[in-house]
Structures are given as structure tokens and as C-alpha cells.
Nanobody, 126 residues
Framework: QVQLVESGGGLVQAGGSLRLTCAAS????????MGWFRQAPGKEREFVAA????????YYGDSVKGRFTISRDNGKNTVFLQMNNLKPEDTAVYYC???????????????????WGQGTQVTVSS
């Protein structure tokens, strides 16, 4: 069993930056591919970014390309999401997820992830 805990969310003005952290316990994440998703009020959960087991391959949703960066530190069992040039439409609860059945590539599909964190709120004011 893997427990994921997100942190780093908060309130920021448009154009600002935040760095989200996903810390894992229970098992090492080093063989899992990881993802970040978000859910705004009244909307479905959507893909933000994904990373393969080594960190050598990354994938992004169209709305965050060029602004967000996903990375990982397997030695610290941690995944990060650096968010720059934030916009009000980035306001959402952000979730970290782990795919325990695959290490290569990245997935934008919620159903392929086995473990989820409880989420951290990001609010961007205009």
C-alpha cells in the first residue's frame, strides 16, 4: 500500500508561482510512473502532468505546457510540480497519483492510477 500526501498549495496572485510536493510512504515510488491531476469546482478531474519512473520522460496537458514542470526525487520518494505564470483558471484541487503497474512512459488517464493523495488546494486570484 502506498500513501501519498500533497503539500504546497495556497493562494497566489496571477503570474505567481507555487511548488507542489507529493511525499510517499509505505513503498518506494522508484518503479512507479507518477502523475498530477486537478479538479475545479463543478468540473471533472483533468490531467496535468506525468513522469516516468526515472524522471527522464515527462508529459503535460495542453493548458499547462510551458508553465508547469513535473520532476521527481526517487531517493526522497517525492514528486514535485513546479507551477509558474499561474492563471485564475489554474484554480483547483491538485492531486498526486501513482501507477503501480507501469514504469515507462506516462498516462493521462485517471483509471490507470492506483493510488491517490487527498489533494491540495491551489487558488489563483486575478
Amino acid at each position: 500500500q502506498v500513501q501519498l500526501v500533497e503539500s504546497g498549495g495556497g493562494l497566489v496572485q496571477a503570474g505567481g508561482s507555487l511548488r507542489l510536493t507529493c511525499a510517499a510512504s509505505g513503498r518506494t515510488l522508484s518503479t512507479y510512473r507518477m502523475g498530477w491531476f486537478r479538479q475545479a469546482p463543478g468540473k471533472e478531474r483533468e490531467f496535468v502532468a506525468a513522469i516516468n519512473w526515472s524522471g527522464g520522460r515527462t508529459y503535460y496537458g495542453d493548458s499547462v505546457k510551458g508553465r508547469f514542470t513535473i520532476s521527481r526525487d526517487n531517493g526522497k520518494n517525492t514528486v514535485f510540480l513546479q507551477m509558474n505564470n499561474l492563471k485564475p483558471e489554474d484554480t483547483a484541487v491538485y492531486y498526486c497519483a501513482a501507477d503501480a503497474n507501469a514504469r515507462y512512459g506516462g498516462s493521462a488517464y485517471l483509471s490507470e492510477y492506483d493510488y491517490w493523495g487527498q489533494g491540495t488546494q491551489v487558488t489563483v486570484s486575478s
